[in-house]
């Protein structure tokens, strides 16, 4: 064999023109489909004199040390993974492109179709008979020895957040290593940089119904030669137009999910089981502490009360208001923080707030609002008693140090009947009240002449951390 380091006449000629073709290429990619070019080389001028001249001596250095047509192969899938992303190689135009290197690696022939073999010194090293094996052994760099799924997503007609893609990972048996997306990204404002920071390779389609389709398609039916060791593939599109890559895929073995909307969910369905699956494109409620639930379902009570003049309300009317108004069943938020019981004796359990009355086992139960002036004399009488016990307490408070540790005592029995840590403005001024029988906020302005409200006097205290969320302020205690 000849010196790798000293090609001969034959097998320059040979580099050459593979240098060219896999230069011109290249050209051909930065001029229809730049996005294939990695980032840094983008902004290349590859048309100039000296980016060719740079080009074609690296890569034809490369090539000179190949010992034969397998080496040389790898050598330029290799130079060009450093310039392409991932989907090149899964594009429909990867696989010409190595043909025609292939082609041009072949030993020249004579005229009767004998191949020249008049001197060893004119044989060309790269003249051996090309492997079986050879498609494997050019396969993408990305392609690794454990098994992986491939996401292929039409951007134009679906959208995925991170939270939708999450759920399409627990999905899948393997891990999601490469994600394609579709679309004529100029037209999609910034969503070409949102995609690529998440780690999207980007294909871009020329502007038309069903480009972005025919597209996936087009590159999703070679997946299986290039990426021998993908198992499972997501086909995210809405259209039917890729229903025949869906059954391509398949065919070859793939576990394929068809991934689709259907109104507000992501519906998958499993090509090998049948099995289907939805996720909720809707942002899930998020569960009230208990004295918030009161504080809610008072208020719905009230609100019914005066449009219908009643005052004892159906208990299943306030269930329905409920549900309808906050998008959760009063079951669900007396079962997250009382398992066992029943949403029923949520009103029973807080008879201070809720008067409960069944006139028969067979008729529905009523609920109204305790109200304090329905009451006896007698009970008056001790509620005034207790109104001093509590102007009492309020008499105590004579500084902003006091309402400070007050409120403290008030966050930290609050707290204990919230998930998340957070109470609502809303619940500590109508618990406040509750226990001292005066407004806060009056408190604050009239006594300890605070130019401001809870509000303003909570975000003065260190002790206490407020943010604003989905239309109300919490309040947490200061970590």
């Not at 080009?55 to 000179?64: A, N, P, T």
Request: aromatic content about 8%; charged content about 20%.
């Amino acid at each position: 064999m000849p010196d790798n380091s000293k090609p001969n006449v034959n097998e320059s000629a040979i580099i050459d023109k593979i240098s060219t073709c896999v230069y011109q290429a290249v050209l051909d990619i930065q001029q229809k489909q730049p996005e294939w070019l990695n980032e840094k080389y983008r902004k290349v001028n590859w048309g100039d004199d000296k980016s060719q001249s740079i080009f074609l001596r690296r890569l034809q250095e490369e090539l000179s040390n190949a010992a034969d047509q397998k080496a040389l192969l790898i050598k330029v899938r290799k130079f060009l993974s450093v310039l392409l992303v991932g989907s090149f190689f899964a594009s429909a135009e990867f696989k010409p492109l190595m043909a025609k290197v292939r082609q041009l690696s072949q030993p020249e022939t004579q005229p009767n179709g004998r191949v020249n073999t008049d001197s060893k010194q004119t044989e060309s090293k790269f003249g051996t008979q090309e492997s079986p094996k050879l498609e494997s052994a050019i396969a993408p760099s990305v392609s690794q020895p454990n098994s992986i799924a491939i996401l292929l997503l039409d951007a134009e007609n679906l959208q995925l957040d991170v939270d939708t893609e999450k759920f399409l990972a627990e999905i899948c048996s393997y891990p999601i290593q490469i994600k394609v997306a579709f679309a004529n990204w100029r037209s999609m404002g910034k969503q070409d940089l949102e995609f690529h920071g998440r780690g999207y390779e980007l294909i871009h389609v020329p502007q038309g119904k069903d480009s972005a389709d025919f597209k996936m398609a087009t590159v999703g039916s070679s997946i299986f030669v290039h990426y021998p060791n993908a198992r499972e593939v997501l086909v995210c599109s809405s259209d039917n137009g890729i229903t025949h890559l869906c059954n391509t895929l398949q065919t070859h073995g793939l576990t394929v999910y068809r991934v689709r909307k259907q109104g507000d969910a992501i519906v998958v369905l499993n090509s090998k089981t049948s099995q289907v699956q939805t996720h909720s494109l809707k942002a899930l409620p998020e569960i009230p502490s208990l004295p918030e639930l009161i504080v809610q379902l008072k208020g719905l009570i009230k609100e019914e009360q005066q449009n219908t003049g009643l005052q004892w309300i159906k208990l299943s009317r306030v269930a329905n208001l409920f549900q309808t108004k906050y998008n959760l069943t009063i079951s669900q938020v007396v079962s997250t923080h009382l398992p066992g019981k029943k949403s029923r004796e949520i009103f029973s359990d807080y008879p201070i707030d809720f008067a409960i009355h069944q006139p028969t086992n067979q008729s529905p139960p009523y609920v109204t609002l305790f109200d304090i002036s329905e009451v006896n004399k007698a009970e008056s009488d001790r509620n005034d008693s207790t109104d001093d016990s509590q102007n009492a307490h309020t008499a105590a408070i004579t500084s902003l140090e006091d309402l400070e540790k007050v409120l403290l005592t008030l966050m930290n029995e609050l707290i204990l009947n919230s998930a998340s840590g957070y109470v609502s403005l809303e619940v500590i001024g109508t618990e406040f009240h509750r226990q001292y029988g005066q407004s806060i906020n009056a408190l604050i302005k009239d006594k300890l002449k605070f130019d401001g409200n809870l509000l303003k006097i909570l975000q003065h205290f260190s002790s206490f951390k407020v943010l604003y969320k989905k239309g109300k302020w919490l309040v947490a205690l200061a970590s």
